[in-house]
């Protein structure tokens, strides 16, 4: 399993741009899909992005296409995630997460149950 800590978050207004960082520490970083969640308050856990083992393949969700970009460096075991153009609902607690079950390199997954292991969250929150 890999240990992820986040960090990048922070406070930002409307139209402004951050990014975030997942560091990993097991060793199985390269074989792991990563994928980007977050949570509002008073919401449900939603998928953000997602990015193959090599970084060859991404997904998003509709509501940050176009506006966020993941990716990833294996030599450094760490994922990103670059927001851009930041809205007011973008505001929420942003987790990444290892997903170890992927059945071939190019595969990327966006249900939280296929990802074993989780980051501790980094805040985001955007004013208007």
């Known amino acids: 399993q890999e240990q992820l800590v986040e960090s990048g978050g922070g406070s930002v207004q409307s139209g402004g741009s951050l990014r975030l960082s997942c560091a990993a520490s097991g060793r199985t970083f390269s074989r792991a899909a990563m994928g980007w969640f977050r949570q509002a308050p008073g919401k449900e856990r939603e998928f953000v992005a997602a990015?193959?083992?090599?970084?060859?393949?991404?997904v998003y969700s509709d509501s940050v296409k176009g506006r966020f970009t993941i990716s990833r460096d294996n030599a450094e075991n760490t994922v990103y995630l670059q927001m851009t153009s930041l809205k007011a609902e973008d505001t929420a607690v942003y987790f990444c997460?290892?997903?170890?079950?992927?059945?071939?390199?190019?595969?990327?997954?966006?249900?939280?149950?296929?990802?074993?292991?989780w980051g501790q969250g980094t805040q985001v929150t955007v004013s208007s």
């Open positions: 990015i193959s083992r090599g970084g060859g393949m991404t």
């Open positions: 997460a290892a997903d170890l079950g992927t059945w071939y390199a190019g595969q990327v997954r966006a249900g939280p149950q296929n990802y074993g292991s």
